[in-house]
């Protein structure tokens, strides 16, 4: 069998995708209206702001936009990491980024697999959000060790799944049919289940401790946790969520409203409150319910330089440390306007942004100027000259603050600050069975290889 015989990673990665939203628009009705109110703003953005249709054309995200999604799971051991990162390799994609949430009082360590190249984002865009639950911080020794029973019982993987991975590992990819029901099987593993293997005692014992460890240990396996879609104008899906009923988050998580967007804001509507039978004696159940999965909305903008992120830091610290309190609805106004004030700070063009090395770029020719004599090879220089133009690289990750404030407002979690553990990535990455990338380095590289491109097409024309 030869390379050319196998469906490209990609594919299986787009297949999945679609497959997934089919499963969660069913398993969570309100997901198809959000999707409706998210494609009506960004087409309406598009129609009062070509230029941002424009910038999307040029970097290659037009296409894609109406598809992207990201997903989130949480997983409760090692070996479910380790495996899921195999799964996941199958559709390319990789584990990008640690984030510890542990200090915004959420007991998991986490990662994003994506796709790590340009064109393969823009053939599929889909992210996993993924993170470990740190059973550690379980300060119960009696309740961790339940927890951990609960968890060793469990197999969250289909054995057709695992055979279908292990052949990948082996040809070095899938055929089409191997690819299609690789599809089917691993889908199983993020289907939601309203059977809890746990007895609803257990289930209450582990949510007095935090709702995010009743979440993972309380089920069969990982349920997709939330879809998200991405909007051009985040604070106008607000407003429509309001609208049409829909129970928005009270604060936007992320820097505030810019006219050049930087990172990532999010919001989502407030979880549901679903219907779960727990185990009990003698093959009984006990009725009870759980509240988790909720819909997610994104707006992404620029990716950050270590010097943008920074600043980024500093500024989003700044704000928080002045309201002195956990943003909520009843101090929201006052958030915002904090926020604003010092993100005044934070250049708002792209020009800017480019100069002060805050934010990474993509180099692109003007076609008018390809054909004129070149005299220096700096970029600044060359834009400023207008033989390149620069384009925002979409930040394609995440934020341990935003995720935090996300989970927090979803799980009604407001009693614990932080966790008394330290960062653990070296824990992490050895769970997971391979370092994970750096984000910056790879938005670094990709700006560096724009570069390099422009410069060769101009050599040669030269």
Not at 268 to 285: C, D, P
Request: proline share 5%; net charge negative.
């Amino acid at each position: 069998m030869t390379v050319v015989d196998f469906m490209k990673t990609d594919e299986i990665r787009h297949q999945f995708s679609q497959a997934m939203s089919t499963m969660y628009q069913k398993e969570v009705p309100l997901y198809t209206e959000l999707i409706e109110l998210v494609n009506e703003v960004n087409e309406s953005v598009m129609q009062q702001q070509p230029e941002i249709k424009q910038q999307l054309i040029n970097t290659g995200e037009l296409d894609r936009l109406g598809a992207e999604r990201h997903g989130a799971i949480r997983l409760g051991t090692a070996e479910e990491l380790e495996t899921m990162r195999r799964l996941f390799a199958v559709m390319g994609m990789f584990p990008v980024g640690y984030y510890d949430l542990t200090p915004a009082g959420v007991p998991v360590h986490s990662t994003a697999f994506r796709a790590v190249s340009t064109e393969a984002l823009n053939i599929s865009p889909f992210r996993v959000f993924t993170s470990l639950l740190r059973l550690e911080l379980i300060e119960d020794e009696s309740l961790r060790s339940k927890a951990k029973q609960a968890l060793e019982n469990r197999n969250i993987f289909t054995d057709r799944a695992i055979e279908l991975i292990e052949t990948f590992e082996k040809q070095g990819g899938l055929t089409p049919e191997q690819g299609e029901e690789f599809v089917r099987e691993a889908l199983e593993t993020f289907r939601w289940h309203e059977t809890s293997p746990i007895s609803k005692s257990l289930y209450n014992q582990l949510l007095s401790q935090h709702g995010l460890i009743a979440d993972i240990v309380g089920f069969k396996g990982p349920h997709i946790n939330h879809l998200t879609p991405r909007t051009l104008d985040i604070d106008s899906v607000q407003k429509g969520m309001s609208q049409r009923n829909i129970p928005p988050k009270d604060i936007i998580e992320g820097p505030p409203r810019r006219n050049c967007p930087i990172l990532l804001r999010q919001t989502s509507f407030k979880a549901l409150e679903e219907a779960v039978n727990f185990t009990g004696e003698a093959g009984a159940t006990v009725a009870g319910t759980h509240t988790a999965r909720f819909g997610e909305i994104e707006q992404r903008g620029v990716a950050l330089t270590p010097k943008g992120r920074a600043l980024y830091d500093e500024l989003l610290n700044a704000a928080r440390a002045k309201l002195g309190a956990t943003p909520n609805a009843s101090n929201a106004d006052q958030y915002y306007q904090l926020l604003s004030q010092e993100f005044e700070a934070f250049p708002d063009d792209y020009q800017s942004l480019h100069e002060q090395d805050l934010a990474y770029f993509y180099y692109q020719l003007n076609e008018d100027a390809v054909t004129d004599s070149v005299s220096t090879q700096q970029a600044n220089e060359l834009v400023n000259q207008g033989v390149l133009r620069i384009e925002p690289i979409v930040y394609e990750d995440f934020l341990p603050v935003s995720a935090a404030g996300i989970f927090q407002s979803n799980l009604k979690e407001d009693k614990q600050s932080s966790y008394q553990g330290n960062s653990n990535q070296a824990d992490f990455e050895k769970a997971l069975g391979r370092p994970v990338y750096d984000e910056l380095e790879l938005y670094r590289k990709l700006q560096e290889q724009s570069l390099e491109r422009c410069l060769d097409t101009l050599q040669r024309v030269s």
